[in-house]
């Protein structure tokens, strides 16, 4: 299995970027994706998921931190999930994982993870 992220970046508060996760080597509409963040000296937390697309329909949850400003999707044409972030904060400012498993909303319920890519939010 392999994840690659991509689209992370330098934004000013209030702005916007989105991340994207190109999957292979697993059947992708049969995983749940999920994208984690982990800032400086800190644990890596769980931002948000999609279920796989048969068991829960794709239902999406999310951090509350980020409820309404984010917005995970999938396209499992193209195996990819995406993370649309609006209204940056600055305490979104961490590197971000993207992750494939068997579903949950946790790190230890994901088993492949991505290099992750660097967001940085200046105030």
């Known amino acids: 299995v392999q994840l690659v992220e991509s689209g992370g970046g330098l934004v000013q508060a209030g702005g916007s970027l989105r991340l994207s996760c190109a999957a292979s080597?697993?059947?992708?509409?049969?995983?749940?994706m999920g994208w984690f963040r982990q800032g400086p000296g800190k644990e890596r937390h769980f931002v948000a998921a999609i279920m796989w697309s048969g068991g829960s329909g794709g239902s999406t949850y999310y951090q509350d931190s980020v409820k309404g400003r984010f917005t995970i999707s999938r396209d499992n044409a193209k195996n990819t999930v995406n993370l649309q972030m609006n209204s940056l904060e600055p305490e979104d400012t961490a590197v971000y994982y993207c992750?494939?498993?068997?579903?949950?909303?946790?790190?230890?319920?994901?088993?492949?993870w991505g290099q992750g890519t660097q967001v940085t939010v200046s105030s």
């Open positions: 080597g697993l059947t992708f509409s049969s995983y749940a």
């Open positions: 992750a494939a498993g068997p579903g949950g909303l946790t790190v230890p319920e994901y088993d492949d």
